[in-house]
């Protein structure tokens, strides 16, 4: 067993996070003031709720836009794991910049998945041009009801006339372009909307103006804010995909962003487990290390294994995109719904080793701590609240669980090494149909477990633990496919149903999680593989499936927190892949 | 498009599709119109996926997820998904 761990024993081959240490590396360490994206800087803009251009400028000239362009396109969207660490980076200094960066994945999304080539070659431009593209698509009165919006499309000669208000919209001011959901048929119903691609730098000004910017709890630089138009004239070539495709559409495109959402999470979980772990490190009580407080341990491991498991959700999530396309509707609707609150929660539970000073908003670290709890939060709000996935699971349960098995080969979505297919947009679907590759993969997991008896790599103990998880991910399987059957509706909004699709998704996550480690562990550096963290992340995964188990301290604590002492000490970003970060400037 | 590979009568799928619509919408199915949009007995467009899973277990075979969309009454739906299976039959 390894246990002194140099600098090069974290390094990671995978190629496809070099752009985000090339990226961390220019961002600088968030304690170099001077750097636009410094947590001294990015405090400055949220306390003056302020527009983040310095930083937006920065990005612009280090190219981040390019990755919101498909490489078909002429852009660098190769591989979508690669550009949710780049998401996740960036989240990690400020949740509103990073917001206002990626608003254009979601608002050009559906032209790459629908629109006609003239409108694709348009929105590659602009976004190369560094202009913005917000998506509206909620208003005031309907919340995420899509068949309740009012705003509406009136055929005239040559184009539409857009008539109503989007709000609370991301970027509805500041950027150059507005993917807009409009009613098409006034009889509305599933086909009675449609989308347009509403360039605001040529609309005439006499027909929309911006609504003011919404206060908020957090992310206060962000521009929140919203859209009204009065006859507004567009062409027909505004028109994204066929009429009445609006509704089809926009959930489709929300499956990208939905999971580009799990990054976003992800990056807020990383700095406030970065500063707590500095605060345990550098303060001392009663004579010690705060770090030398078993509870504090216990807090600090479990943060580090829960967001590991979060980070397999995530990045199988965006590799699944490429691999199962017509699974996203389920793996999206799991990253949105899981990894925000576990991130919540374990911001939540990290603010216990602060103690006041998780309260105070301009000490250590410049007081990033609060504002992370704060921006956070919005993150399980906003592209379909917790709630709306976790119905969008539901509706699909009964299917789910009948056993299917997805014709394809999933391997490539949990082996880290290997080659991703294209994006293929055309395949997304509304459903699943029944197959989710990560759940299908639970049954073979026990067998490729029981295959490393005996190697080195996997200290006995852990080994057995493992299976004893992987089976216990399997009783509840069954558990849940019984309660489901028992359940007289799962598709209904019900408490009931929502609690069952939360279950599917803890049960994804294990399998995932576990899937992910069994077939990239070879490339990943002996902690990582040696599993003791996903021992300790699924035992708590498992928690969460049977509330009622006895709480015991885990024999993996000292070492998962050796290594996250270790990765801090490093630079090292807390990951499965420990992505190299700018080293801390010497003070 | 995916075809239904099970052969059934418009009269049976009408059937299968009022019952479960009144389940859906907690009704006895003889308050169930054939004639009436999907909509009108609660079905929103994401609880339609479901019956959409239902129906693609009942006709083993899949079927795009906006079926209930475009075919928006029980009425148009039965006509539609029987005039496919028999094309099927044909050609197979």
């Not at chain 1, 967001?307 to 965006?318: N, S």
């Not at chain 1, 490339?523 to 509330?547: E, H, I, S, T």
């Not at chain 1, 050796?562 to 807390?574: G, M, P, T, Y």
Request: charged letters at 20%; aromatic letters at 8%.
């Amino acid at each position: 067993m390894q246990t002194a761990r140099t600098e090069e024993s974290h390094a990671t081959a995978l190629p496809q996070f070099a752009a985000a240490e090339a990226f961390d590396l220019a961002m600088g360490h968030p304690l170099e003031g001077a750097r636009p994206l410094s947590f001294q800087q990015v405090m400055a803009l949220d306390e003056g709720e302020t527009y983040p251009r310095a930083p937006l400028s920065f990005l612009k000239e280090w190219g981040f836009q390019q990755y919101h362009i498909p490489v078909a396109h002429g852009g660098k969207l190769a591989a979508y794991d690669e550009f949710m660490m780049l998401v996740r980076l960036l989240a990690g200094r400020d949740l509103s910049t990073a917001v206002a960066a990626n608003i254009t994945l979601l608002g050009g999304v559906t032209t790459w998945v629908a629109g006609t080539a003239e409108q694709k070659e348009r929105v590659a431009q602009w976004i190369a041009q560094g202009k913005h593209i917000s998506f509206g698509l909620t208003e005031q009165n309907h919340g995420s009801d899509l068949v309740a919006n009012r705003l509406c499309a009136e055929k005239v000669d040559g184009g539409w006339l857009l008539t109503g208000e989007k709000w609370p919209i991301g970027d509805a001011t500041q950027s150059s372009a507005m993917t807009v959901y409009a009613r098409t048929d006034e009889r509305g119903g599933p086909r009675g909307f449609s989308l347009f691609l509403v360039d605001k730098e040529t609309i005439d000004p006499q027909t929309w103006r911006p609504l003011p910017k919404i206060p908020t709890l957090g992310m206060r630089a962000s521009d929140v804010s919203g859209i009204a138009f009065d006859r507004c004239f567009v062409p027909d070539s505004a028109l994204i995909g066929p009429l009445g495709a609006g509704i089809e559409l926009a959930l489709k495109g929300l499956q990208l962003s939905r999971t580009m959402c799990g990054g976003l999470a992800m990056g807020a979980g990383d700095t406030a487990l970065r500063v707590v772990t500095d605060f345990a490190l550098t303060r001392r009580l009663y004579g010690s290390p705060v770090l030398a407080i078993p509870h504090v341990q216990s807090t600090l491991a479990e943060a580090f294994a829960d967001l590991l498991i979060a980070e397999c959700v995530t990045i199988t999530g965006a590799r699944a995109l490429h691999v199962v396309p017509d699974q996203l509707s389920v793996w999206s609707a799991i990253v949105k719904y899981l990894v925000p609150v576990t991130v919540e929660e374990t911001i939540r539970r990290l603010s216990v080793v602060l103690g006041a000073r998780y309260f105070l908003r301009d000490t250590h670290w410049e007081g990033i701590f609060q504002k992370t709890y704060r921006d956070s939060g919005i993150v399980s709000v906003f592209e379909g609240s917790t709630v709306v996935q976790l119905h969008a699971l539901a509706v699909q349960l009964r299917q789910l669980l009948s056993g299917r098995k997805a014709p394809v080969d999933a391997t490539p979505i949990f082996d880290l090494s290997a080659p991703l297919p294209g994006l293929q947009l055309s395949r997304l679907d509304l459903t699943a149909h029944g197959h989710d590759s990560a759940i299908a993969s639970l049954g073979h997991l026990e067998e490729a477990l029981a295959a490393l008896n005996g190697d080195p790599s996997v200290e006995p103990a852990c080994l057995q633990d493992l299976l004893a998880h992987a089976r216990a991910l399997q009783a509840e399987l069954g558990a849940l496919k019984q309660d489901v059957d028992a359940c007289a509706n799962p598709g209904e909004r019900s408490a009931e149903a929502f609690d069952l699709a939360r279950r599917f998704a803890l049960i994804h996550a294990g399998a995932a999680a576990l899937a992910l480690w069994l077939h990239s562990r070879r490339n990943l550096d002996a902690f990582m593989a040696g599993g003791q963290w996903l021992a300790l992340g699924l035992q708590r995964v498992l928690a969460q499936l049977r509330p009622s188990a006895v709480r015991r301290t885990s024999p993996w604590v000292k070492p998962v927190l050796d290594a996250l002492v270790s990765l801090h000490e490093h630079d090292r970003l807390f990951s499965v892949t420990p992505v190299q970060l700018a080293a801390k400037p010497v003070s | 498009m995916q075809l239904p590979s099970r052969s059934a009568s418009v009269e049976t799928i009408q059937s299968w599709l009022v019952l479960q619509v009144a389940s859906h919408a907690k009704v006895d199915p003889t308050e169930i119109d054939i004639l009436e949009p999907f909509s009108r007995y609660g079905l929103d467009s994401l609880s339609s996926v479901t019956l959409v899973a239902n129906l693609e277990s009942w006709l083993e075979n899949p079927l795009p997820a906006t079926l209930f969309w475009d075919y928006p009454t029980i009425e148009d739906l039965a006509r539609y998904l029987a005039a496919e299976a028999a094309s099927l039959n044909s050609v197979g």
